[in-house]
C-alpha cells in the first residue's frame, strides 16, 4: 500500500514499520505536540490494542506546506487494516517510528535518500538502542538478489537500504522513478567513523585479514580522535565459533557494527544473528576495509562520477572479477529490458 502526499508517495513495507528519521526531523513530531486540537485521537479506539502506527510525511522542506515543518495534511495509519487514525497528543513520540520514500527495483526496495539524509536516519536508529541492519546494493547484488529469494528476503526486511554505483542510479531514471544519488558504502563509512568519534558511538569493525582489520582500528583511532573502537576480529571462523563471534560482539556494547565480509554470507549472517548481537547500527561494508588501509586503491572520482569504478576494480583484478563483471552481471541488463518493458 502506497500513499501519495502533496510531491511525494511513500512506501509502506509489508513487513512493517522499520525507520527512524533522526533528530532533523523532531521538529516535525514537535509542532504535532504543541498542536493537539488539530489531532484528537478516536477514542472508540483502546491505545492497548491499536496496531503498530505509521507516520508519513514529506522529507523535503520545501514539499511542506506548513511553517513548522509539518504537513497537517498527514495522519497515522494503523498496520494492516488500512484505517486512518488521527494523531493524539498522547502518544509517546520516541517510540514512534517513521517511513521514507521508497522505489522498488528488480524485486528490490531502494530507499531514496541523500547521503545527509541517511545519515540523519542513522541518527535516529542509534538513539533508539533497537537493531536496525543497513545494506547498499549493486549491479552485482540485484542480479544475485534475483536468483535468490533469501537473499533478496534479507535485503527488503533492512531498515535502510542504499544504491551504491551510478549504474543502478541510471536504471532507476530509465525506469521512471529516479533515485536522487548514490550512496556508497565506502564513503558512508568513512562519514560514519567521523561521526562516531563526534557523537561518541562506540564501534566495533568484523572482517577481513587480521592485519587489515587491526590496521584500520589504528588508522581510524589516530585519524579521528575521541573514536572509541568497542572491538575488532577478522572475518575468518569456522562455524561452531560463530555463535561465540556473536557473543563477543554483543559484550562489546557497539552502537555500530562494520562487517567486512562478501556477499551474501554477510547478509545471511546478519539475517540470522541481528537481534542477538544487540547492535542499534549493522552494516556491510564488503572491501571496503581494504580500500581504507589503501591494499585497495579506489577509482578516481571522475571515473566514479561516469559511473566506471566497476571498470577500476576490474583493473587491479582480473581474474577474482572478470566472471562477476562480463558473465554473471550481464544478466543485469535482461533484468533492466523486461522492467522497462513492464512499465
Not at 551510478?166 to 567521523?194: N, Q
Request: charged share 25%; aromatic share 8%.
Amino acid at each position: 500500500m502506497s500513499r501519495s502526499l502533496a510531491s511525494g508517495s511513500f512506501h509502506n513495507s509489508a513487513s512493517g514499520v522499520r525507520e527512524i528519521i533522526a533528530a532533523g526531523r523532531t521538529r516535525r513530531l514537535a509542532a504535532i505536540q504543541r498542536n493537539p486540537s488539530t489531532t484528537e485521537a478516536r477514542s472508540s479506539t483502546s491505545a492497548s490494542v491499536r496496531p503498530p502506527l505509521r507516520l508519513v510525511f514529506p522529507l523535503h522542506k520545501h514539499e511542506q506546506s506548513d511553517p513548522n515543518g509539518f504537513n497537517h495534511g498527514n495522519r497515522f495509519i494503523p498496520e494492516g487494516n488500512g484505517t486512518a487514525l488521527a494523531v493524539s497528543a498522547a502518544i509517546d513520540f520516541q517510540s514512534i517510528e517513521v517511513t521514507q520514500q521508497r522505489i522498488e527495483m528488480m524485486g528490490c526496495q531502494i530507499d531514496n535518500l541523500t547521503m545527509s539524509e541517511t545519515l540523519h536516519t542513522i541518527e535516529g536508529f542509534i538513539k533508539t538502542g533497537k537493531p536496525h541492519q543497513h545494506v547498499v546494493v549493486n549491479v552485482d547484488k540485484l542480479v544475485k538478489a534475483h536468483k535468490d529469494a533469501n537473499l533478496r528476503q534479507i535485503i527488503n526486511d533492512c531498515a535502510l537500504i542504499n544504491a551504491d554505483g551510478m549504474p543502478v542510479v541510471w536504471a532507476s531514471r530509465l525506469l521512471g522513478k529516479p533515485l536522487k544519488e548514490r550512496v556508497t558504502g565506502v564513503d558512508l563509512f568513512e562519514a560514519l567513523m567521523r561521526r562516531s568519534a563526534e557523537k561518541g558511538w562506540r564501534v566495533y569493525l568484523l572482517g577481513a585479514r587480521e592485519e587489515v582489520v587491526s590496521e584500520v582500528k589504528s588508522r581510524y583511532e589516530e585519524k579521528y580522535r575521541g573514536l572509541t573502537i568497542a572491538g575488532y576480529r577478522n572475518g575468518y571462523w569456522k562455524a561452531d565459533e560463530e555463535e561465540s563471534v556473536v557473543d563477543e560482539i554483543r559484550a562489546s556494547q557497539a552502537d555500530v557494527l562494520f562487517v567486512a565480509i562478501s556477499s551474501p554470507k554477510k547478509e545471511q549472517f546478519l539475517g540470522r544473528y541481528l537481534a542477538d548481537m544487540q547492535v542499534p547500527f549493522v552494516m556491510g561494508v564488503g572491501g571496503t576495509f581494504d580500500v581504507a588501509v589503501g591494499k585497495v586503491k579506489r577509482a578516481p572520482v571522475w571515473m566514479q562520477r561516469i559511473g566506471m569504478e566497476w571498470f577500476f576494480r576490474f583493473i587491479q583484478e582480473p581474474r577474482r572479477l572478470f566472471k562477476r563483471y562480463f558473465i554473471d552481471d550481464m544478466a543485469f541488463l535482461k533484468l533492466l529490458v523486461n522492467e522497462m518493458v513492464k512499465r
